[in-house]
Each structure stands twice: as structure tokens, then as C-alpha cells.
């Protein structure tokens, strides 16, 4: 899920500061790259940035499983359900808040449509339930589960009809580093490991690149982001093998016997599954009415986001390994064919884009329509404004550590979690 190693210059930029949440965070990696700057807005609240003996700012890299020391703990009260008055944008500041803490590696959250409980992933193996007491197992399925570096329990998705079936699927690594999506059954309180139900079964080369991201689209069908296969440079060859499953965005029924392949796949060369080609590592995807956005992790210098139409851009290729986000990687690239991203950034800022979602809630009505994203190693969060091709700034470098995803809670509110185990709420400052 993570970029390769590389080295983080300091970011010599004033950016707003809307987080005082600090933490020790191990130097990670980056080019040199002059970095896009994002729109900004006067400082708000102070806080501090861990650095190094050099001054340099200091970021996170694939941090190691940790033990836990003691169970999950619910920090925080839902959001207020009334949406505020409305103020200038430029006025406008977002604090992370606490929600849950104690995770081994909280790599995602979530939640069924209008359902006000969190379901955390655990890249350990563990989904976890927050319900307003202290969060409880959901699944467990840890002895299923490679877990360390990009391997283990890596996405979850429930779909429309979850509250009438129980039913909800997986995306982990199994044992032999191979990537497993699953459906589970459970009883809306917790889920029977017994219950599991193979949909595909998706060999990895490599350990690293696995993707992980899924999710139900509009049109009630199952994504699937894969990454590549691993390594670097697109090793196995798998970015432009309409063949492969790897390097892909997939798209089944998954009421079928394993699944069922959707009548309007763009099929043809392309394996039958496959919606879209050209991808590295797909870390978080999200929907907005037509519009599928795509975030892809870059190699040596470039973070790419993209935004296709599902009506309209079935087949697509996003040009991985011709190009890394705008740029030529490849000799003598050409771009004939492929689809750009709408918005890439320089290691310069970060080492690994960490996908987010178009906002769509109530508690923040200014900012319905903004794309949000992060990066992993940077640790802050921007937004891009419907329209726009430059991010406003909300959260500072460093502001979350090992910045892992972005989430939305059944109401539509925005969530992001950290691999150094916690999970907080993007609301507006007091």
C-alpha cells in the first residue's frame, strides 16, 4: 500500500495548522522534485513537527507490526447531526478528533449507509465494532492473515442490502501472500469466521503492491482496486496485460457462484473482470455519483489522483508503467490512448498518496463537492474544490501519522485512521 523507499526533504511552506496531534514519526522516502503548492490560508492553531538531527521534517515509512497494549477505546461522541451555519470558506478550519484509539494497524473504517456505528480494519486481521462503548470484534480472522509491511487484512465493504442479508466482503492477504476476496455472513453484531465464502483468489508475486481497496459502486456492483504485482518498475509486467488481474480495477457481482461478470465490462482483449487498466498501486478509490476517483501510489517521484466516469470511460488505461502520474516514465512514452490524471504531486510533498472521498455530509456544508486526500508519509490532508486544479490545505505535515486512509461513517462525515493505531474525525474547529 505503502511507496518505496526514498528520501523526505523539509517542506519550506507555510500551511495551515489545524491539528494538535504530535507523535514520533520514523524518517521515509522522496525525490527531489519541487513540490505543487497548495492554497493557503493564515495559521490557526499551533502545534509541533517531529525533526530529525538535521532539521528535517521526519515522516513515516511501512511501519512494523506492533503489540497492542491494551484493548481499543472509544475517545469520541458522534457528530451532531444539525449542520451549523454556513461561513467563508477562507474562514473556515478542520481539526482531527480523536474517535477510537489502540489499534495494532488501523488501516480503514467504515459503515452500512445510514448505520451510526464505525467498523475499523485491522490490518492484523481484525475488524472491530465502535457502538459508543469501547469497540468490540466484529471479525477475527487473524490466523487467515499475513500480516506486516503491505500484507493483511486491507479493505471492507458492505453492500445496500447489508442491514436485511448480514452479509459483507474482505479483502486480505492470505498466508501464502496471495490476495483473498471474501464474503462473510454475520448477524449485524458480529460475523461467523466459519461463514467465509471465496469469491477471488488473485496470485501476488511480491508482497508489496497489493491494492486491497473495495468498495459498492452506484450501480450496486463490487470494485476491486490490485496493484501491480510488487517489486518496482512494474517487475512482472502486469500495468499493460489486458490479460492480468494485477494493475487493475475489477468489477463483479458477487451474487454469482464465485461471481457473476457485469454485462457492460468494457470485455473485449481485456479480461473479463477488469473495468480499467494502467494502475500501480490503487490505495483507496471512492464514488461520487458517476464519478470514480482513484487515487494511485507513485514510484520514484510523482503522486497521482484520477477521476473517471463509470458511464462513460469503461476500459480506461491510466498509463502505468508508460507513465508515473503526468510524467514519462517509460522511454519514448506515448500517451495515445491512456487517461491523465486530474492532479499529481512531487515526492517533494510526500512518498505515498493516501486516497480519500468527495464530501458529502452535513456537519461541514461548505465543503460539499471537495475531493479529500492525503499522503502516508506527509501525514496531512488537502481537498480539491469541484472545479479546481489546486488543493487547499487543511491538516499540516506530520498533523497524523502514518496517515493510512480516509473513511465515511454511515451519515456521509469524513474519518481518517493511522497505522500508529488510531482513528479520528475531520470536523470543523470550535
Keep these: 500500500m505503502y511507496a518505496d523507499p526514498v528520501s523526505f526533504p523539509t517542506v519550506n511552506r507555510k500551511i495551515v495548522i489545524l491539528a494538535t496531534l504530535t507523535a514520533a514519526l520514523t524518517s521515509a522516502g522522496c525525490g527531489n522534485d519541487q513540490p505543487a503548492t497548495p492554497t493557503t490560508r493564515p495559521p490557526a492553531i499551533s502545534t509541533t513537527v517531529a525533526t530529525d538531527a538535521s532539521g528535517a521534517t521526519t515522516v513515516p515509512t511501512n511501519n512494523p507490526p506492533r503489540e497492542s497494549t491494551a484493548a481499543p477505546t472509544t475517545l469520541a461522541a458522534p457528530t451532531p447531526t ?7 470558506i477562507e474562514d473556515l478550519r478542520l481539526v482531527a478528533t480523536p474517535v477510537a484509539d489502540g489499534f495494532e494497524q488501523a488501516v480503514f473504517v467504515t459503515a452500512p449507509v445510514g448505520d451510526d456505528r464505525l467498523f475499523v480494519v485491522d490490518q492484523s486481521g481484525i475488524v472491530w465494532l465502535v457502538a459508543g462503548g469501547d469497540p468490540q470484534v466484529f471479525l477475527d480472522i487473524r490466523e487467515r492473515v499475513r500480516f506486516g509491511g503491505e500484507q493483511g487484512l486491507l479493505g471492507l465493504a458492505f453492500p445496500p442490502d447489508f442491514e436485511g442479508t448480514g452479509l459483507f466482503y474482505v479483502n486480505y492477504t492470505d498466508n501464502g501472500g496471495d490476495t483473498q476476496v471474501a464474503e462473510f455472513r454475520s448477524d449485524g453484531l458480529t460475523a461467523d469466521p466459519a461463514s467465509e465464502r471465496t469469491l477471488l483468489e488473485v496470485d501476488q508475486p511480491a508482497s508489496n503492491h497489493n491494492g486491497g481497496m473495495l468498495a459498492f459502486g452506484p450501480d450496486g456492483l463490487l470494485w476491486i482496486g490490485m ?11 502486469n500495468g499493460q496485460n489486458p490479460a492480468s488481474l494485477l494493475g487493475t480495477m475489477l468489477r463483479i457481482d458477487p451474487a454469482g457462484d464465485p461471481y457473476d461478470i457485469p454485462d ?13 487498466t494502467g494502475l500501480r498501486n490503487p490505495w483507496r478509490f471512492g464514488f461520487d455519483g458517476n ?3 482513484i487515487a494511485d501510489v507513485g514510484q520514484n517521484s510523482r503522486e497521482e489522483i484520477n ?11 491510466f498509463g502505468w508503467p508508460l507513465f508515473e502520474g503526468a510524467s514519462c516514465y517509460l522511454s519514448n512514452c506515448d500517451d495515445s490512448g491512456l487517461t491523465a490524471p486530474v492532479f499529481d504531486y512531487s515526492h517533494g510533498e510526500g512518498c505515498s498518496v493516501t486516497g480519500g472521498y468527495v464530501y458529502r455530509g452535513e456537519a ?4 460539499d463537492g471537495h475531493y479529500f486526500f492525503g499522503d502516508f508519509c506527509g501525514g496531512w490532508v488537502r481537498s480539491l474544490a469541484p472545479g479546481e486544479t489546486e488543493p487547499l490545505a487543511w491538516l499540516e505535515p506530520g498533523a497524523i501519522a502514518g496517515l ?3 473513511g465515511v461513517d454511515g451519515r456521509g462525515e469524513l ?5 500508529q493505531g488510531g482513528v479520528f474525525r475531520l470536523e470543523r474547529a470550535p
Excluded: C, H, K, Q
Design 227 to 237: 496493484g501491480d504485482g510488487g517489486s518496482r518498475d512494474d517487475r512482472f509486467g
Design 291 to 293: 464519478d470514480l476517483w
Design 82 to 88: 444539525s449542520p451549523p451555519d454556513t461561513i467563508p
Design 415 to 419: 474519518y481518517v485512521t493511522s497505522t
Design 364 to 367: 461541514i456544508p461548505e465543503l
Design 307 to 317: 477521476r473517471v466516469d463509470m458511464t462513460a470511460d469503461a476500459g480506461a488505461n
Design 264 to 276: 457492460d465490462n468494457p470485455g473485449g482483449e481485456l479480461a473479463p473482470e477488469i473495468w480499467a
Design 404 to 406: 493510512s486512509s480516509f
